[in-house]
Every structure is written in C-alpha cells, then in structure tokens.
C-alpha cells in the first residue's frame, strides 16, 4: 500500500478540495458502488416515473446516470451535468458503449450558472455534491427551478459523523476528520446531510416530502479500509495547503494503518450515513 498523497495542487477554480486525478477518479466510482443500494432505495422510495427526462448535477463517474436509465428506461434521456468536463465526457462515452438509452451531458459549474440549462426535468438528481459547495441553498434553489411540474427533486449527501474506525488507535478516525476541516477551511459545510430540510427551506424548496438515512459497515477483507484511506489522499495536498494537518502526521496515520491492516483481521469501519430527501414540485 502506498503512503504517498498525490502530488497536486487543491483545484480552486472548481471549489473541489479532493483533486483532479485518475486516482481521484476511481475512488468516485469505487464509492458510487458502494453507495449504489443506498441511492436505489431512495430513488424508488421517490417513484421515479418511467421515462422521465433525467438530469444528474455533478454527474461525475457517470454511475448516477447509469441508476437512472434502469429506473426510467431506454427510451427517456438522462443529463449529466458536471464542471469537469474531461471527466463528464469519458464518463459519457462510457455509458453510451455499455448501455442502452439516451445520454446527454452538459460541462457546467452549478455555482457559477445563472440557470441550469436543457429543463425542465421530470427528474432532478445531485448525490455527493452539496458538501463540496460554498452556498447549497443557492444550488438547490436552481435544480428545484430546473424540474418540471409534477417532477421530483432528489438530493443525498453524507453525514460524516457517523464514520468511525473499528478497533480505534491514536488518529484513526484522521480521514474523516481531514475531510471535515478542510471542508470547513475551504468554506463549506460538511454535515450537509442532517441538514438538508434546513438547506431546502433556505432555498425557498418546500419541505421534503420524505428523508431517510442509510449506512453500512466496511471491512479490511472487502477492500472497504482502502476507500477511506484514498480519500484521504486525495484530499490530503489541499488538507496541507490549508494547514488542517501536517505531512509528519498524515504519513504516521498510513504507517499505522498499514501495520493493522497486516495483523488485525478485525479491522472495520462504520461508513458515513448517506441522507436522502425527495420532494415533489406542484402541478
């Protein structure tokens, strides 16, 4: 197991503090995986309608995308939306050589745009995102803009809280930690899933038709150790830039890590609870 952080530097442009990496990018697909029957019980407890126009708000890997062409069908369109682009279109040409349906993406900065183009939607999808933004009450209020009549906005985030290692040593809970305070330092809210019917309202999005919460736990033997420890990698250089934690520290909690992951089968962690909420815009 490698101990070293990628060598790159936060993306401020973006506002993405885990950087732009091919490694990066296979832990966002890793952990859509794993995350995949949490965002299948909310999308059905929502009742996607078959053939609903789709669009997926920082679609990312493209595995959103490929959840909501199984509930709506081959023949309905389902947007990604994403600000980096060279990720959205490979994720695109992906999807569009291993499935069937129709797959659109647009390059955009949720942020920065005015209005969300391509709408209206009978769904609008976001998993994973709020957390990486200065204002989600803004971004919300625009995706809530972009559904149609009738249509449903669908929303997850992490509450990080709950994200715990099994049996605890000194700094073992450091990736979580990491994440939350340079998320913090980086002027945004890590804890967005609790917070969600309060970040709807501020929005001016009625209140959530329904909210649920799923977690799970990760052991050594099914490789779910090594999804925490690369999100601290990829989070580490703007974790340093920012000052949250030292490199003497960061590569100490590895040492550690890697020691354990040797002698003790036991090893697990409690993941973060994914928070779903769900409303439905009036007719």
């Not at 023949?75 to 682009?85: I, L």
């Not at 994720?91 to 349906?101: F, Q, V």
């Not at 003497?248 to 036991?266: G, I, P, V």
Request: proline share 6%; charged share 30%.
């Amino acid at each position: 197991m490698s101990q070293n952080a990628p060598s790159i530097s936060p993306n401020a442009d973006s506002g993405y503090a885990l950087g732009r990496t091919e490694q990066e990018y296979e832990r966002l697909r890793e952990q859509a995986r794993r995350f995949e029957e949490a965002t299948q019980l909310i999308l059905r407890r929502a009742g996607i309608p078959d053939g609903a126009h789709c669009l997926d708000v920082g679609s990312g890997s493209g595995e959103g995308m490929r959840l909501l062409r199984r509930f709506v069908g081959p023949f309905a369109t389902v947007t990604g939306m994403d600000v980096d682009g060279g990720l959205g279109r490979a994720s695109l040409r992906k999807l569009r050589d291993e499935e069937s349906g129709r797959f659109e993406f647009h390059e955009l900065d949720i942020e920065k745009a005015d209005r969300i183009p391509g709408g209206p939607y009978g769904v609008v999808f976001t998993r994973l995102v709020l957390l990486h933004l200065r204002d989600a009450s803004a971004a919300v209020r625009k995706m809530y803009e972009a559904v149609a009549p009738g249509g449903l906005l669908i929303v997850q985030d992490f509450d990080l809280r709950t994200w715990e290692t099994f049996p605890a040593f000194e700094d073992s809970d450091l990736p979580r930690d990491v994440l939350m305070a340079t998320l913090r330092a980086s002027g945004k809210e890590p804890l967005i899933g609790p917070k969600l019917p309060e970040i709807f309202r501020a929005a001016g999005v009625p209140e959530p038709d329904e909210c649920w919460r799923t977690g799970g736990m990760a052991f050594r033997r099914d490789g779910g150790i090594e999804v925490g420890l690369e999100l601290l990698r990829s989070t580490l250089p703007a974790a340093l830039h920012l000052g949250v934690v030292t490199e003497e520290r960061a590569q100490r909690f590895f040492s550690s890590m890697e020691q354990r992951m040797r002698t003790d089968d036991l090893l697990y962690q409690v993941s973060p609870t994914m928070v779903g909420a769900w409303v439905r815009k009036a007719r």
